[in-house]
């Protein structure tokens, strides 16, 4: 892991991020039988870049259902980091470490330059979230995931930026909780 911020960099996925993909695709496969429901029961939706798409793509081949057979919607992709995509953070400081210490100060509202805001990616996840109709399996991001976490009453702005989002983990979110399955 290099520690890229990656953002909108549409990246693929490579073989671990498929090891990991499978291993949700079980965690879910043994969650809807302790529940007594199928994989099919599900709506399924993934941000539109490459990486979860092809996460999206493996969980759905582990739990024996089309690879194909899912929405794409552009609100659940990563949030933007703008000219700071594909640079270190060690990279960020050296180039700009004015700007990293006024988002330290305010990482909800802080713009990366060309970027967008935590809160602006919240607003986009908002209105995904309010068109939902029934329990959906999402692949997505960690900055969607913080954003999701807000709307959902789950932890303030000031600490869901700083919410952990691990890879190869399952998070189950619902108004009032979330789960993390690993």
């Known amino acids: 892991m290099q520690g890229r911020l990656q953002g909108r960099r549409d990246t693929p996925l490579n073989e671990h991020g498929r090891a990991q993909a499978a291993h949700c695709g079980e965690i879910l496969r043994d969650l809807f039988a302790r529940q007594g429901r199928t994989a099919a029961d599900y709506s399924y939706v993934s941000s539109p870049l490459l990486r979860a798409r092809a996460t999206m793509d493996v969980l759905r081949t582990t739990l024996a259902l089309p690879a194909g057979g899912y929405q794409v919607d552009p609100r659940l992709a990563e949030i933007s980091f703008g000219e700071w995509e594909g640079l270190t953070y060690r990279d960020v400081l050296e180039r700009d470490p004015d700007v990293v210490e006024r988002r330290e100060r305010n990482k909800w509202l802080f713009r990366p330059p060309g970027g967008e805001t935590y809160q602006e990616v919240a607003a986009r996840v908002a209105d995904w979230y309010a068109g939902l109709g029934a329990d959906t399996v999402v692949s997505a991001h960690g900055g969607t995931a913080r954003a999701l ?10 600490e869901a930026v700083h919410y952990p989002i691990d890879q190869g983990v399952v998070y189950a979110l619902a108004t009032g909780s979330v789960t993390r399955y690993g």
């Not at 976490?149 to 000031?158: K, S």
Request: aromatic content about 0%; cysteine-free; charged content about 10%.
């Open 149 to 158: 976490i807000v709307q959902l009453g789950l932890a303030p702005p000031e």
